[in-house]
Every structure is written in structure tokens, then in C-alpha cells.
């Protein structure tokens, strides 16, 4: 029996295309005038302390800001990269500038799941407050209360077992009795080696039935 399911966001809920073509380049358009503006907000400026903790260089304001340029266009998975990408959607979402993309078939099934009894929680690379701007804008509008819990990178990275017993200890559920969605085999793999259930989505691929984890089209082929 599934209690709980944690869910990934890019290719799972929602299209690498919004995540790639929308939100990662209005962060790289807009980064240096929101950290030369922003720089003495208490959040921001714990961020770019981190970034000068992580590159162990005392950074000046352009520097900082040319090393986020550079882990955007790498599709670094660094927390304060996150973050501040986080920060920064947000005035995109409030002013209109775009919706968080989330597809029909996972709206319905994460809804009825829900309705279920089903726990439902978030685990992406993005921060948690990315996460939530994202849900709470999205194409169905606010989504949020859907969710029993959200996860990113604090709790370690995606492709590390660790991570998913973390999260395993957070939800305080029997591993066996937690489904992962993804789109990426090597996350799968962590979560599957922690002991969770898995399906790997295959949204714009061909199902391979003998693949080391179920594969699925879409939310409505998940039998739980």
C-alpha cells in the first residue's frame, strides 16, 4: 500500500521546457540588477555569503554575480543559486510575466491522490521556495495545499541514497510504502536503494518494459 508518494518537479509534474526556456533565462536576464538592488536584504546577503563559502574567494558583487551567470548557463544544482533564483521568479509570478507549467494528467491524479488520503510532497533540485512559487502560480492556480511537504538540495543532493533517507526519516513513513517519480534513472536508483517504490517517467520517450524501474507515458498510467 502507497502512503505517501514525493514527487520530482522538471519532466515529472512539469516540462523541462518551462524550466529551461522560461525560468532559467529570466533569472540570468534579471540576476545582476536583483543582487546590485537587493544585496543588503538580509536573504539575499546570506546567499551571497554562501556562494563566497562554496568558491572559498572573498567575491566582489560582479564576481559573485559572474559565478551565478556561469552555474545557470551549467545547470549547477547549488543551493545558493537556488535560492536566489527562488527570490527572483517570485516578481515574475506576481507580475504575470508567466504561470508555473504543470500538466493536466498530474493536476488530476496529485488531486485525487490527495483525496485518497495520499501524503503528497516535492523533492527538486530547485529550492523549496521555488518550489512553492511554482505550485502556488501554477496553470490551475494555487496548488499548495495539495502538498503535506517540500524538500530540495538541504536535505542532499538527488542522486545520493542518503538524501531519500532523510527524507524517508522526515516523512516518517515505511520506505516500502513511499512511491519516487522522476524522470532521471540515476535519482530513481538512490531512492529505490533507500527503499522506496519507483516509476520513471517517460513522457517524451518510447515505455522500455524491461527497464530497471517501471516506466510510465504519464500521470494517469501510475497504478498504485
Not at 5 to 27: H, N, R
Not at 76 to 81: C, G, M, R
Not at 167 to 190: C, R, T, V, Y
Request: proline share 1%.
Amino acid at each position: 500500500m502507497i502512503a505517501a508518494i514525493v514527487t520530482d518537479i522538471e519532466g515529472t509534474t512539469s516540462s523541462l521546457s518551462f524550466v529551461k526556456e522560461v525560468l532559467f533565462p529570466y533569472a540570468r536576464k534579471h540576476m545582476a540588477d536583483f543582487i546590485a538592488q537587493q544585496q543588503q536584504d538580509a536573504a539575499v546577503k546570506q546567499q551571497l555569503d554562501e556562494v563566497k563559502k562554496i568558491t572559498g574567494k572573498a567575491l566582489s558583487i560582479s564576481e559573485i554575480t559572474a559565478r551565478l551567470h556561469k552555474w545557470i548557463d551549467q545547470d549547477k544544482k547549488v543551493t545558493p543559486l537556488k535560492a536566489l533564483q527562488g527570490l527572483l521568479w517570485e516578481k515574475g509570478y506576481r507580475d504575470g510575466d508567466f504561470k508555473g507549467h504543470v500538466y493536466q494528467d498530474a493536476y488530476d491524479q496529485m488531486t485525487q491522490w490527495q483525496k485518497d488520503g495520499i501524503k503528497l510532497y516535492v523533492y527538486s533540485s530547485g529550492s523549496v521556495y521555488a518550489q512553492k512559487l511554482l505550485f502556488r502560480y501554477s496553470d490551475f492556480g494555487d496548488m499548495t495545499a495539495l502538498f503535506a511537504g517540500y524538500f530540495d538540495t538541504t536535505c542532499g543532493h538527488k542522486q545520493e541514497t542518503q538524501s531519500y533517507l532523510n527524507i524517508i526519516g522526515e516523512i516518517k513513513q515505511p520506505a516500502g510504502q513511499i512511491l519516487f517519480l522522476s524522470d532521471i534513472e540515476e535519482e530513481l536508483n538512490a531512492a529505490q536503494q533507500a527503499g522506496m517504490k519507483t516509476r520513471w517517467l517517460v513522457r517524451d520517450a518510447e515505455v522500455d518494459t524491461i527497464a530497471l524501474h517501471q516506466q510510465v507515458k504519464d500521470f494517469n498510467e501510475i497504478k498504485l
